[in-house]
């Protein structure tokens, strides 16, 4: 696959993002590059627009068109909790407030019922909100304050990215998008010729 590095710019950040990124709580950890951004080449029949997560890989495309994706090194779920499927994109959101599930004040609290947005908050610069027709999943695609776990399957089923890359991503993607989920055990480069249907 010929894979093409894109250097991350600043270009989509706000003013509000340049000034909460400058002063995060966390120390920016040291990706390893294969899962910095990428321009690569796409032989998968998705649309344009399209977003498809491989996580056994631990990457998610966003396809382009005429053969090409930007590919973006993500976190995933661990794999019971992982979400695998079709959705859509059913809500943007900057600097998301996070409301942590029963589920997850049951495995990792306790946390407060309400995290405002900020560098601090799990969710990063942008949320990314999959939805299955009118319902909410729960499941969404985001940035973290744990950069140092990209590349990995750590999370609780959601899709964390870099903060820069969500903003990239964030910037590009349109409300009711296709968002495609490959299960454990496919990946984006087997099968290249068929589409998977989930």
Request: charge should be positive.
């Amino acid at each position: 696959m010929q894979a093409t590095l894109s250097p991350s710019t600043d270009a989509s950040m706000t003013p509000r993002d340049r000034q909460l990124l400058a002063h995060t709580p966390y120390a920016q950890a040291n990706v390893p590059e294969q899962y910095l951004r990428h321009v690569v080449d796409y032989q998968r029949k998705e649309q344009p627009g399209t977003i498809l997560v491989d996580t056994d890989a631990r990457y998610l495309y966003y396809v382009l068109p005429g053969g090409k994706a930007i590919r973006y090194g993500v976190a995933v779920g661990e794999e019971a909790m992982a979400f695998s499927g079709v959705a859509r994109v059913g809500r943007l959101a900057e600097w998301p407030d996070w409301v942590p599930t029963a589920d997850i004040q049951a495995r990792l609290g306790p946390y407060p019922a309400r995290v405002p947005g900020g560098p601090a908050n799990p969710l990063g610069a942008r949320g990314i909100y999959l939805y299955s027709g009118n319902k909410d999943t729960l499941y969404r695609i985001h940035g973290t304050n744990q950069p140092e776990y990209i590349g990995q399957a750590i999370s609780s089923g959601c899709i964390r990215m870099r903060n820069e890359d969500v903003i990239d991503l964030y910037d590009r993607v349109k409300l009711n998008s296709m968002v495609v989920v490959l299960p454990p055990g496919q990946n984006a480069q087997a099968g290249t010729g068929a589409r998977w249907r989930g």
